[in-house]
């Protein structure tokens, strides 16, 4: 394994240690952050992708996404192990979730909601419409790889730009569906959910389970078009 892959790896972990955690701290029963708010949530997980950024990136770039290392690698802006990272980043997602639920555990199993539980791991819509629902994701992700191949791509861009787009993407336009944005974030903690024994928890909501993988690959696929384009 090389080093570039090890800190996809790393960095997706802390992603979704940060990340997972906020939306735990938001919700969970008992917690000292219970009821914090969406802009709790939307700055958590922008500056958890600036940490995870800021230590994955002398050495990978720090996608941490697979719809980053599939849009930079349309736009020819990456020619690495698309494959290699994209594995990195879905296995460091689930290490990220499985540390989140060891943390907050003791408040996962005095939380009586399941869907409070289910929504600590992966995303949902606010209101089921599998259509809209799809676009929503496809616009998240297209502003979000736009605007890092806008600025030179992921590792020239730094990760206090790309943590910014995160947190406007998370402000404005992730009401709908709680922008995943990126399939490793999504599906990784989606199965970590699905594999634990976790106290009076639900199905994984798989039905769903592909919008937030799919969709983001369109997306990028789009905003690395566009960028060739222009």
């Not at 296995?91 to 499985?98: E, N």
Request: with cysteine; aromatic share 12%.
């Amino acid at each position: 394994m090389g080093k570039d892959i090890l800190f996809e790896f790393i960095g997706t972990a802390i992603l979704i240690l940060f990340g997972g955690g906020v939306c735990a701290n938001m919700s969970l029963k008992d917690t000292k952050g219970k009821n914090g708010g969406w802009v709790v949530i939307a700055f958590g997980w922008g500056l958890g992708v600036f940490v995870a950024a800021f230590i994955a990136a002398p050495f990978s770039g720090a996608h941490l996404n697979p719809a980053v290392t599939i849009g930079l690698a349309i736009a020819g802006s990456f020619n690495g192990n698309i494959l290699g990272y994209c594995i990195a980043q879905l296995l460091g997602a689930m290490v990220g979730a499985c540390l989140v639920y060891i943390m907050y555990k003791p408040h996962f199993d005095v939380e009586d909601n399941p869907d409070v539980k289910l929504g600590v791991f992966c995303t949902g819509p606010a209101i089921k419409a599998i259509f809209y629902n799809f676009i929503s994701e496809v616009i998240g992700t297209f502003v979000l790889i736009f605007g890092i191949l806008m600025v030179g791509g992921a590792e020239i861009a730094g990760p206090l730009p790309v943590a910014l787009i995160i947190v406007a993407i998370g402000m404005s336009l992730g009401g709908t569906t709680g922008y995943a944005i990126n399939p490793a974030r999504d599906l990784g903690p989606r199965l970590v959910h699905f594999l634990l024994p976790i106290k009076g928890k639900r199905n994984s909501n798989w039905s769903y389970a592909w919008v937030p993988v799919v969709a983001p690959i369109v997306g990028c696929a789009l905003a690395a078009l566009l960028y060739l384009a222009v």
